[in-house]
């Protein structure tokens, strides 16, 4: 792996900044391996945590139920075409929503927990009379206990339909109740029967069991702050297991056992949002489907199908977040993601893609050090200001990963062109990107018709004058702070 070593320091230097308590394990097909437990297995105590602990995970995590699904579609016991109702033909709306809906996440089901029981809970005033610790912890628990498919069914029969289907994502938890019904009578057996049967067993997964017996300690987190210490519920879904074993059974994911290859494409075929069966797409990391995390553990597992990479946490805290001075969402997750693709992510197939509801959230992604921002405003202030003038922006795409940004000034009626704004994210920076990202907006501008085009830049920056004058640009006015810089095609 390269960087290797660069790479390890990162996480752990991560994993102190947050303070997690997780282990964690990664390993690809050439040889690199890594293991390391941070934090407590039970904080109060300052118990350390061990990569020896059990971590209490759920079988209606929907990565499972999709291992379960393809496996019994590959039996010949399921079409993802199938209707609900041949499965369950009670449900009044069955013959609207196929089983590939509820893969997908787009089924338009209410959803059982937010939308029926949450909305009562709030309207009970002994719930809400609660502290916000006492109503956590009580959420906690109902949302975690065991609910009959037929209580979730009679929630949710008599209500129409959110969207409909295959129309609109929605996350709805009714559909991984209705997965693992549908799982449970094709097959004879529950989603935990089927996957120590099919999945775990194969595997050797011999420290992996129903029930709940960890030794990591749970705790939850409120408002992204407070950890509350929650107790240790063992619904029937539930089962404990090890870094080692679900280090097996990450691997084997890597290398894309237990599925034909034809089943593995299907599994793996993104939609516009990156989406797949079970995993979602980031950069060139496949991240299996944890959700709902309703035991609370936030447990992660990353694939690099190409080197083989399995990455995985276990965690007993559920994760924090925080806003960083750019406004944009952090946790140790996205660090813990983000360190490994800035080992990988030099010129291969660089990209340029104009800004769309597509990858606006990659552009937005791009950050910069202080010291950059003493030249140049923060990228999302400089897309709403090119965004607000109707002028394109571009972001430079390789890898999957968003590594720079250009906004250009396209007014042909007025014989202007302009490079308005261009920034590298910093943690790309030193690897050739500025000079490809500029090249690549004189080439757009180019065939927008301009014969003359400008860049200004800080007077203090002197990197980035290098890099406009060796493009051919040349020095136009010169301010106290400032230089435009023209060049004519």
């Given at each position: ?42 904080r ?18 929907c ?50 927990w ?9 309207k ?10 006492e ?34 994502d929605?996350g709805?938890e ?61 619904p029937e ?45 980031q ?53 813990f993601?983000r ?14 893609q ?127 702070e ?8």
């Amino acid at each position: 792996m390269k960087d290797a070593d660069k790479f390890i320091a990162k996480i752990e230097e991560k994993a102190k900044e947050w303070d997690i308590s997780a282990v964690v394990a990664l390993e690809d097909r050439e040889g690199f391996r890594y293991e390391n437990a941070f934090g407590y297995a039970n904080r109060a105590a300052k118990h350390p945590l061990t990569q020896n602990d059990r971590f209490c995970l759920d079988a209606e995590s929907c990565i499972f139920l999709v291992l379960c699904v393809m496996r019994l579609m590959e039996e010949g016991k399921l079409r993802l075409s199938d209707k609900v109702s041949r499965f369950i033909p009670e449900y009044r709306l069955g013959d609207r929503i196929t089983v590939r809906n509820i893969l997908k996440w787009d089924t338009g089901l209410p959803d059982y927990w937010c939308s029926v029981r949450m909305t009562r809970l709030q309207k009970d005033p002994a719930h809400t009379a609660l502290t916000d610790q006492e109503r956590f912890t009580r959420e906690y628990e109902l949302h975690a206990a065991d609910v009959p498919f037929a209580e979730v069914l009679k929630d949710i029969n008599d209500l129409d339909l959110t969207h409909e289907p295959g129309k609109e994502d929605d996350g709805s938890e009714t559909g991984v109740k209705f997965l693992s019904e549908i799982i449970r009578r094709a097959s004879g057996m529950t989603a935990p029967e089927y996957l120590f049967q099919y999945f775990f067993t194969p595997l050797d997964m011999a420290d992996t069991r129903p029930g709940n017996d960890a030794t990591a300690a749970l705790s939850g987190v409120l408002r992204d702050e407070e950890l509350i210490s929650l107790p240790a519920l063992s619904p029937e879904t539930a089962f404990t297991t090890t870094l080692a074993d679900m280090h097996k059974l990450a691997r084997a994911l890597a290398e894309k056992q237990f599925f034909s290859e034809k089943t593995w494409v299907l599994m793996l075929k993104c939609n516009w949002r990156e989406n797949t069966f079970g995993f979602s797409k980031q950069g060139s990391l496949f991240m299996a489907d944890t959700y709902p995390t309703k035991l609370r553990n936030n447990w992660r597992l990353y694939l690099d199908f190409d080197s083989g990479l399995s990455m995985l946490t276990l965690n007993n805290e559920e994760m924090r977040m925080k806003l960083d001075q750019n406004s944009r969402w952090r946790s140790f997750d996205g660090d813990f993601r983000r360190a490994w693709l800035d080992t990988k992510v030099y010129p291969d197939k660089p990209e340029m893609q104009k800004v769309s509801d597509k990858n606006v959230w990659d552009a937005m992604s791009i950050e910069l050090l202080p010291k950059q921002l003493d030249f140049v405003p923060e990228c999302t202030r400089c897309m709403a200001a090119m965004l607000a003038q109707r002028q394109p922006v571009y972001v430079l795409m390789d890898h999957g990963v968003a590594v720079g940004m250009a906004g250009l000034t396209v007014k042909p009626k007025k014989n202007k062109f302009a490079v308005s704004y261009l920034q590298v994210d910093y943690r790309y920076q030193h690897r050739g990107y500025g000079r490809i990202l500029l090249t690549k907006a004189i080439d757009i501008l180019k065939k927008k018709g301009a014969k003359k085009l400008e860049i200004g830049v800080n007077r203090f920056n002197l990197p980035a004058q290098r890099l406009y004058r060796s493009v051919g640009f040349q020095d136009k006015e010169i301010y106290d702070e400032f230089i435009e810089l023209e060049m004519t095609l």
